[in-house]
Structure formats: structure tokens, C-alpha cells
């Protein structure tokens, strides 16, 4: 779908997925769990402080997620879900009530928690939006969880706009496949880059006070590959508890993003050409349209250049630039091995 010069726009976020991915990425696998961040409270004198230092390393700067989804236009719908009793949630409060989000309560149902329970009430919330408010074009979804695919789907099925925001290392490929344009949370613009904690960092004693060894602790690793050489799928929320199993992500991390970008480049220029003459020049800015459209989650400024520009310059191996007036055009180079 194209995008209206008068749009509005509804953003959904899914809070516990995206605070836990993010404290996840800069201190390893199961490294929520294993600080017992669900029921950590930093103000009180027991506290540790060294898991507190850790959380406030993984604060989510909600603002700049906020200002990047108002840039798409008039936000009409601003709603995040979560069990606001919990303390690492509460503490994020006075910051979105700022911002005018409608924070949603979810209620613990049972003693396991309730798993799904952000995933099917933002669903169910933004189907009925998109009845309700015809005039709504662009729906953000803030989350790397592969359950929001069928949502994602329907929403571009029905007319909308799907913008997706998920964290490096937690970010299910089909949800960012499923919608028109997804972003990593790194990349977002306002955003500090935040080094991983080493692994000897994580906790090495059971913080319940059981003082027993936490399990796989010594073999836990924080998440340093760049956002296209590490996907996982879905990422546990704070309902689970100890005793319910979190899903192990697969990880991809032998691939290179900067290979994948350049394919993604590859493929994009060879599509433009058979469209035309084999030696046509193309608009730069009408490929990276269809890079996004291939891959949404493309963006060149995770790969360590400031613009698209600098991106192409960067593969003279493979294409060509041209400048022809205020138009910056691209062609894969004759003696390309594309071209063979």
C-alpha cells in the first residue's frame, strides 16, 4: 500500500517481549530468568547491585520508539501491554504516561502466568481498529514474536501499512518478511550503541536464594552479531515462570550481513534490468524501494554506513554509480559475475 500524505497511525506494543529481548541482547541467552528480573525491584536495600546496573544498561528508550512511529504520521492509537504491578514495568510508567500511551493492564490468570496473553489481546485490539477506524493507514507493531505473523498478514491484507520494530537477536524473520517495513531497535534514530556485557558477568548463584549454581550460566553468551547474522524466534515473556520451558532460538550466526546486503543489492539490480534493457540505469532510490520490498528488515545504517549512497559506493565490485543531475543512478557493473 502506498503511503497517504495525511496518514494516522496506530502503534501496539508488546512491552514484555521487547524489555526482555532487550535485556537478552546485551546479557545473553536467558539472562532475564537467570537475574530474576520479572520480580526485581532496585529500590529496595537487598537489591543487587549489580543486576541493577545491568537493567539500567537495558533501559528501552520508549521516546525514540515514539518519535520514530510519529513520523509515519498523526498517531491516533498509542496503547502498550503488560502487567503494570510488576516493578520493572512499573518503572517505565511516568515516562509513557508522558507520551499519552494507553497502558493496558494484563491480569496473571493462573500460577504459570499467562503466556499468550500480550500476543492475543494486541491482536484481538488491532483487528478491531482496523474496523473501526477506517481512516487508520499505518499500524506498528513493536515486537520480534513470530505469533504476530497471521496479524501482520491480515493487517497488509485489509489495506494497511504493517511497520514492524523488534530487538537484533530477538526478531523472528517471517514477522519481519510479513510486514511492508521492519526497523531493529538499534537503528532507530536518538538510539546509543550499547556494548554487550561479557558472559562472566551473568550471575553465578541462584538469586531466589536457593545458593545453588544457576544452570548453563558459564555457557550463556551475549548476542554480538549484527542484526542480519542473528534471528531467533519467539522471545518468553515475564508470565513464564520457572517451570514452563522457553523456546531455544535458532541461531544463524556463521552468516555474514554484509554478503547477505550485497545479494539482497544483487538480486534487487537484476530484477530492475530484466525489466528493462540489460544496461539501463536505474533510479537508486527506485532499488532500494525493491530491496525493502524483498528483505523490510534492509537498512544500511546497522551495516556501519550513514546512507544508502555510501552503501552502493561501498559495492563498486558489483555496480556501477551514476550521477545524471539531481538523480543518483546504479546498473550492475557489465563484467559482474550477476551478469554471467
Known amino acids: 500500500m502506498s503511503e497517504p500524505s495525511d496518514s494516522r497511525v496506530g502503534l501496539y506494543i508488546d ?11 546485551l546479557h545473553g541467552r536467558n539472562a532475564f530468568q537467570r537475574d530474576g528480573i520479572r520480580d526485581f525491584d532496585k529500590s529496595s536495600p537487598d537489591a543487587d547491585p549489580e543486576v541493577a546496573a545491568r537493567l539500567a544498561a537495558a533501559t528501552v ?19 502498550a501491554y503488560a502487567d503494570w504491578s510488576v516493578p520493572v514495568n512499573a518503572s517505565y510508567q511516568r515516562q509513557l504516561m508522558s507520551r499519552a500511551v494507553d497502558l493496558t493492564q494484563l491480569f496473571t490468570t493462573t500460577t504459570r502466568g499467562t503466556k499468550n496473553g500480550a500476543d492475543i489481546r494486541l491482536a484481538v485490539d488491532v483487528v478491531e481498529d482496523l474496523f473501526r477506524l477506517p481512516d487508520l493507514t499505518h499500524v506498528i507493531i ?55 556485557t561479557a558472559a562472566s ?8 536464594g536457593a545458593g545453588k549454581a544457576a544452570p548453563e550460566a558459564a555457557e550463556a553468551q551475549p548476542s554480538k552479531a549484527p542484526a542480519k547474522s542473528r534471528r531467533v524466534s519467539t522471545i518468553p515473556m515475564f508470565s513464564h515462570t520457572e517451570d514452563t520451558s522457553f523456546d531455544e532460538p535458532e541461531l544463524a550466526d556463521d552468516v ?8 539482497l543489492l544483487v538480486r534487487a539490480l537484476q530484477i530492475g534490468h530484466a525489466k528493462g534493457d540489460a544496461d539501463e540505469w536505474l533510479n537508486t532510490g527506485t532499488v532500494k524501494n525493491q530491496m525493502r520490498r524483498m528483505d523490510p528488515s534492509f537498512n544500511e545504517k546497522p551495516l556501519g554506513f550513514r546512507s544508502f549512497t555510501d552503501f552502493l559506493a561501498s559495492r563498486s565490485d558489483v555496480a556501477d554509480l551514476q ?8 546498473r550492475l557493473r557489465p563484467d559482474s559475475e550477476a551478469r554471467r
Open 15 to 25: 512491552f514484555d517481549n521487547i524489555v526482555i529481548s532487550r535485556y537478552q541482547q
Open 61 to 79: 528508550d520508549f521516546n525514540a520508539i515514539i518519535d520514530f512511529a510519529a513520523s509515519f504520521g498523526t498517531m491516533v492509537v498509542n496503547r
Open 142 to 196: 513493536v515486537a520480534g514474536d513470530s505469533d504476530y505473523i497471521a496479524l501482520a498478514q491480515k493487517t497488509k491484507r485489509l489495506g494497511r501499512f504493517v511497520v514492524g520494530i523488534g530487538v537484533a537477536g530477538s526478531t523472528s524473520t517471517s514477522l519481519a518478511a510479513a510486514c511492508d517495513e521492519f526497523e531493529d531497535y538499534d537503528s532507530l534514530p536518538g538510539i546509543e550503541k550499547v556494548a554487550a
Open 201 to 208: 558477568a551473568l550471575p553465578k548463584t541462584d538469586r531466589a
Open 256 to 263: 555474514d550481513p554484509q554478503s547477505v546486503a550485497t545479494e
Open 323 to 330: 550521477d545524471e543531475g539531481s538523480q543518483r543512478l546504479i
